[in-house]
Each structure stands twice: as structure tokens, then as C-alpha cells.
């Protein structure tokens, strides 16, 4: 392939910069043409393209968000906006596209690899929940995020002898929860993937634990449990007797500058993307796997499932108490 595009997709997550970065220079630096796509599918539709260099990318792998914009695109997902989008890339002289997002983003790339534009997903998305991967692109720095923000509500939770319920990201996924829970020290850890009851996992432990003297406490509860947390911190007051408040942390926790293992691992997988397109390769997802990176087809990626890791929800029962 001689000429090549990059375009990042669904929601911004930390380290995208750093995997757009990666793909520009590797590009670059093998004679490939590389043009960067503006707001997700809808600019490979519109033919928004800026073509990149080595120096467009320059002062970028510290910064969050995505510097080529990122959207959730209805009219691609439409036949005729999908066949839009092929033209463009057959008008632009596109021969393969590096898809940045997460499995919505996927679903597309498949898409317009099956109708002849080999395309290669790179997994940014800071829920974690790309089936074939135990890694994505802005979950770490998310999980940062988040400690910190948690770290602070300790501090006037425990001024206050409060609880305090703390409703995080993650879709219909329980990774972010689990994780920052445990290193928020969090008493209740509430997750999509495991069934839960408000008396047996929030009430009786706090209990338990006042008994042996805490007085303060935090819960944290996915996204995907689709509790009202306010509610719920009501409910916890009323039971306990404990004063609670309630915070949806929000899109505070996309946002910020990658940390080092988003940062390198962005760079690994855009450079694994673009080596996969100099070989001819589309219709291939590069993942994570321990140390290292990977591919898999698409279609077989979109199948996969993964659950949560239940012996570490487990080791969060048993130590926050
Ligand atoms: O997928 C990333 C994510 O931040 C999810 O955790 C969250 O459910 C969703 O996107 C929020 O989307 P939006 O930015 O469209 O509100």
C-alpha cells in the first residue's frame, strides 16, 4: 500500500494521540502517504482529510483527547453512507484505513473491509471492553483518573464519618469499577457482571465494619448496574445511619493526559497497525495479549467475549472490609 488513512472513532479516550502519532511516523518513515480523517466515519464519508507529516504529529503523545476529533457517525451506518465512504477513499487513492475506537468503531472497519477497503482496528476505549484484548488504549489512564478523584473523596468523606457512593464509566462493562475500586480501598463494589443485593453487599458490610470501628466509607458502582446512586446513597443513610452523598464521576474520566503504559502501548499498536497494511493485511483487529501485541480477524474479534475476572472481584470481597 502506498497510500493509507487514520481516523480515530466513538469515545475519545486518553493515548488515541499517542496510536495516531505512532501511525503518521511509521507511515511516514516507509514511504507510505497517510492522510488523517476528521471526526470518525463522518469524514471518511465527507472527504475531511488533512494529510500528514512527521512534524503534524509532533507535541501530541502527551496530550489527551484526539487531535483529529472523534464521532459516533449515524450515517455510516447506513448502506448508502458506508458506499459514500468507499468512493471517497477510491477518489483520495485510500487503500487502507487504521481504525482508533472501540468495538462500534470495529463493526464498521469490518464493514468496509468486507466491501474492499482493508482496514486494521487499533482498540482505544478507556471501558476495557474489547472481548479479544486484555488491554485498551486509555483504560489505564482512566483508571488513574479515577483513583485520584476517589482519593480526594476520601479525604472529606473520612472528615465527615460519610459514605460516599461513586458511579464510574464503563458501558455495560464492570473493569473500571473492579479496579479502581480495589485501589480505592472501596467497601461495595458494585458490577454488571455479578448479581447483587443492596442489604447482603452494602448494608451488612458496612455493618460488619463499623463494628470493628470504620466510619467512613466508599462504594464504588459501574455504570452498567444502572443504579440511581443518589438513591442509593439515600437508601445507605436510611439503613445505616451513616450520612451519604452520591457523585457520577462523568466525563471527567476520559479526559487528562495518558500515562506511560497508555503512551507506549498506543505506539506499539500503531506502529503493528501500519505494518499490517504494508503487508496487504486489512480486516484485522491488533490486540493486547500480556506483552503482547497481537491480531485477530475482525468478525472472529466481534464474536469473542470475555467476562470479568472474578477471582480479583473476589480478592476486593474479602480485603476492603
Ligand atoms: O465508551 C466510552 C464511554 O465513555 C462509556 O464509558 C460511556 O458509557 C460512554 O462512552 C459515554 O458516551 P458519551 O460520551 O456519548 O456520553
Not at 505512532?22 to 469524514?43: F, H, L, P, Q
Not at 459514500?84 to 487513492?93: L, N, P, S, V, Y
Not at 436510611?238 to 497508555?262: C, F, M, Y
Not at 498506543?266 to 480486516?283: C, E, F, H, P
Request: with cysteine; aromatic share 4%; hydrophobic share 40%.
Amino acid at each position: 500500500m502506498k497510500t493509507i488513512a487514520v481516523l480515530t472513532s466513538g469515545g475519545d479516550a486518553p493515548g488515541m494521540n499517542a496510536a495516531v502519532r505512532a501511525v503518521v511516523r511509521t507511515a511516514c518513515e516507509n514511504d507510505m502517504k497517510v492522510y488523517g480523517v476528521i471526526r470518525g466515519y463522518n469524514g471518511l464519508i465527507n472527504g475531511d482529510f488533512i494529510e500528514m507529516n512527521l512534524r503534524t504529529v509532533s507535541d501530541i503523545i502527551n496530550r489527551g483527547g484526539t487531535i483529529l476529533y472523534s464521532a459516533r457517525s449515524v450515517e455510516f451506518a447506513t448502506e448508502e453512507g458506508m458506499r459514500k465512504a468507499i468512493r471517497t477513499c477510491q477518489e483520495w487513492g485510500i487503500e487502507g484505513v487504521v481504525v482508533i475506537g472501540g468495538d462500534g468503531s470495529f463493526r464498521g472497519a469490518r464493514d468496509l473491509s468486507e466491501r474492499g477497503i482493508p482496514c486494521v482496528g487499533v482498540p482505544g476505549t478507556i471501558d476495557n471492553d474489547i472481548a479479544c484484548c486484555n488491554y485498551t488504549i486509555g483504560y489505564d489512564t482512566c483508571l488513574n483518573t479515577i483513583m485520584e478523584m476517589v482519593d480526594r473523596l476520601r479525604d472529606t468523606s473520612e472528615s465527615h464519618d460519610r459514605c460516599t457512593v461513586v458511579e464510574v464509566m464503563g458501558r455495560k462493562a464492570g473493569y473500571l469499577a473492579l479496579n479502581a475500586g480495589i485501589a480505592c480501598g472501596a467497601t461495595s463494589i458494585l458490577v454488571p457482571e455479578v448479581e447483587f443485593d443492596v442489604q447482603k453487599h452494602i448494608i451488612e458490610r458496612m455493618e460488619k465494619t463499623q463494628r470493628t470501628g470504620k466510619k467512613h466509607f466508599i462504594i464504588v458502582a459501574a455504570e452498567g448496574v444502572r443504579l440511581d446512586v443518589d438513591d442509593l446513597a439515600k437508601e445507605i443513610q436510611a439503613k445505616t445511619g451513616v450520612e451519604s452523598r452520591s457523585l457520577i464521576l462523568g466525563h471527567v474520566q476520559r479526559g487528562g493526559s495518558p500515562t506511560v503504559k497508555d503512551r507506549v502501548m498506543a505506539t506499539r499498536m500503531g506502529n503493528y497497525a501500519v505494518k499490517l497494511l504494508m503487508d496487504n493485511i486489512g480486516n484485522r483487529v491488533v490486540a493486547a495479549q500480556k506483552e503482547e501485541i497481537v491480531d485477530y480477524d475482525i468478525f472472529e474479534a466481534l464474536n469473542m467475549t470475555k467476562g470479568i475476572d472474578l477471582e480479583l472481584y473476589n480478592v476486593a470481597h474479602e480485603v476492603s472490609i
